[in-house]
């Protein structure tokens, strides 16, 4: 099956002169930004990777503009509901989007009415690249690599495997997981990492997949094992194989995702410029830093490297799901 893939009209921003006193380029739009205080909708639940790089991108942020940065969490429909209304909201750059690559790529496909067009009521800023995301079995299962989860998959006939949301990555592995190997893997959706780690450490799931760091819990608490990484693999755990290490083939393996930046499509060149200029000037902050090493996440990248990565991963991510039937948008 066939997708005809949208392209993404994307605003050009620099990566450089971040100190510099903002200056509006158009004649007609003299007014100073910020003017007031910025909203950061993080479309995730609070104690996730995503509300946790919001909150430091987002001090950073205000530090340099001289306005507060509130960070407000609106989870849900796999961050459709955050999303829709930044999409709904006045575009003067006083309301931004913090999400990943499952909100801007996958909800178009997965959903037939999100609430919003990524082409029409969007423009994304600066992503950071995803990292390595664990595949995590319940001990119980006895699964230590994937021979084994497939083996255990086989055997069991139905496996509960736990999502952050639907059209996540974990969704679209679990996809192409089943495809390969003939399995009947059934994705149990939460509306977010830290629920969906809750589920695991309840051992109601007998799989999930995430971040390194939000997985702690489960891990330090000897209620999962770590049985492969996703394409990336993960410094931390370098024994680890990733899944086309141990065999698997679908090209959606080779992507990263990335949680990234977006403000409503009509806020103007300038602030756009600003922002995606302030995202990649907060990587040398040290409380920033920290957070990146923390979820072992490279730096957010500036407008151009955005824009690759964006058309990069979109035909991957859309080839994966338009094999669970459903076409883009």
């Known amino acids: 099956m066939s997708a005809k893939l ?17 200056v509006s380029r158009g004649a007609s739009a003299q ?7 910025i909203r950061m909708i993080c479309s995730y639940p609070a104690g996730g990777q995503t509300d946790l790089l919001a909150r430091a991108y987002g001090e950073f942020i205000a530090k340099q503009i001289g306005k507060t940065v509130v960070i407000e969490n609106k989870p849900g429909a796999s961050g459709a509901i955050g999303t829709a209304e930044v999409a709904r ?46 595949l995590v079995a319940n001990p119980k299962t006895g699964v230590k690599t994937l021979e084994d989860f497939v083996a255990f998959a086989r055997k069991s006939g139905k496996v509960n495997f736990g999502t952050y949301s639907a059209g996540s990555a974990p969704h679209m592995t ?41 997985a702690q819990s489960v891990l330090q608490s000897d209620r999962g094992t770590v049985f492969a990484v ?20 679908s090209k959606f393996f080779t992507v990263s995702g990335f949680t990234g930046w977006a403000v409503p499509k009509a806020t ?62």
């Open 268 to 329: 103007p060149q300038p602030v756009v410029d600003r922002l995606a200029e302030l995202c990649v000037a907060a990587n040398n902050d040290p409380k920033v830093k920290e957070v990146l090493a923390t979820f072992v996440l490279e730096p957010a990248l500036g407008f151009k490297e955005t824009n690759a990565l964006y058309q990069r991963e979109l035909p991957v991510w859309i080839e994966s799901a338009t094999s669970l039937g459903l076409e883009p948008a």
């Open 89 to 134: 909201a006045e575009p003067d750059g006083h309301t931004v989007l913090c999400s990943i690559s499952t909100t801007y790529i996958m909800n178009r496909v997965v959903m037939k009415n999100p609430g919003y067009d990524m082409d029409r009521d969007l423009t994304l800023v600066s992503v950071i690249p995803g990292a390595g995301l664990l």
């Open 6 to 22: 949208d392209r993404r009209h994307f605003v050009a921003a620099g990566a450089s002169a971040f100190a510099m006193p903002f």
């Open 230 to 249: 996703h394409s990336k693999k993960v410094d931390a755990i370098p024994t680890v194989k990733t899944l086309p290490e141990q065999g698997a083939t």
């Open 174 to 214: 679990i996809n192409e997981l089943n495809k390969q190997y003939g399995l009947s893997i059934e994705p149990v959706h939460y509306r977010g990492e830290a629920p969906m780690w809750t589920g695991m450490l309840e051992g109601t799931l007998d799989a999930a997949m995430g971040s390194y760091t939000a």
């Open 31 to 37: 007014a100073a930004w910020p003017s007031r205080q």
